[in-house]
């Protein structure tokens, strides 16, 4: 069981905003910075967001994201039809011995 | 641009033992600012890390698959591996190595670089 819970699907049509939510713990999203992957369908994940609001070069500014207190969310704005994919977020946990966890992923679907 | 490539069988059999390597290009494995993961996936399930390893052989495994996992490195070949003992049906996945930054002696929890990923199946 993961500890960072997604909602396991979202939606929307071409040019609406969704966003995608991220709830954790103290012990990972209340301590470290998120990070956001995509997958497109039968690809390796992408890095897409670093540092919890950060985007890589490349990604574009319809992407966003933010974290407060134990919780993390992405927002894609202007959805695209090639935003139709996997999303998740990710981070380290602290509890045990460490470990970096992964969410349980959003399958965003644009319709 | 670093490049990583998975490599290894793509089927073992149950109680076997799974070896995969991950061959990086593009950059040096024998890095100071990088260290470098295996993650994998089930089919259609989510994403599991499994591991890392850092500077010369420094490991820190998923405490979930810690007793049956070895990461290494060979810096000749600039290549990583995993061995993953005792296999069962649960451990069929798509397996995948990635690197992580460490900025300022600090590791940054995030895979800028990721593999196209290797189908591993254990199945008689």
């Known amino acids: 069981q993961s500890l960072l819970t997604q909602p396991p699907s979202a939606s929307g049509t071409p040019g609406q905003r969704v966003t995608i939510s991220c709830s954790g713990s103290?012990?990972?999203?209340?301590?470290?910075?998120v990070t956001w992957y995509q997958q497109l369908p039968g690809t390796a994940p992408k890095l897409l967001i670093y540092?919890?609001?950060q985007r890589p070069s490349g990604v574009p500014d319809r992407f966003s994201a933010y974290k407060s207190g134990t919780s993390a969310s992405l927002a894609i704005s202007g959805l695209q039809s090639d935003d139709e994919a996997d999303y998740y977020c990710?981070?380290?946990?602290?509890?045990?011995?460490?470990?970096?966890?992964f969410g349980t992923g959003t399958k965003v679907t644009v319709l | 641009q670093v490049q990583l490539q998975e490599s290894g069988p793509g089927l073992v059999k149950p109680s076997q033992t799974l070896s995969l390597t991950c061959t990086v290009s593009?950059?040096?494995?024998?890095?100071?600012?990088?260290?470098w993961n295996w993650i994998r996936q089930s089919a259609g399930k989510g994403l599991e890390w499994i591991g890392r390893?850092?500077?010369?052989?420094?490991?820190i495994y998923n405490p979930s698959l810690k007793s049956r996992v070895t990461v290494s490195v060979d810096m000749s070949k600039n290549q990583f591996s995993l061995v993953l003992r005792s296999v069962t049906a649960a451990d069929t996945a798509v397996y995948y190595c990635?690197?992580?930054?460490?900025?300022?002696?600090?590791?940054?929890?995030?895979?800028?670089?990721w593999g196209q990923g290797t189908l591993v199946t254990v199945s008689s």
């Open positions: 103290r012990s990972n999203i209340g301590s470290y910075t």
């Open positions: 990710a981070t380290w946990d602290d509890s045990l011995s460490g470990l970096y966890v």
């Open positions: 593009g950059g040096s494995i024998n890095s100071n600012s990088y260290y």
């Open positions: 390893l850092y500077s010369f052989g420094s490991t």
């Open positions: 540092s919890s609001d």
């Open positions: 990635a690197r992580g930054t460490v900025a300022g002696g600090i590791f940054r929890y995030y895979f800028d670089s």
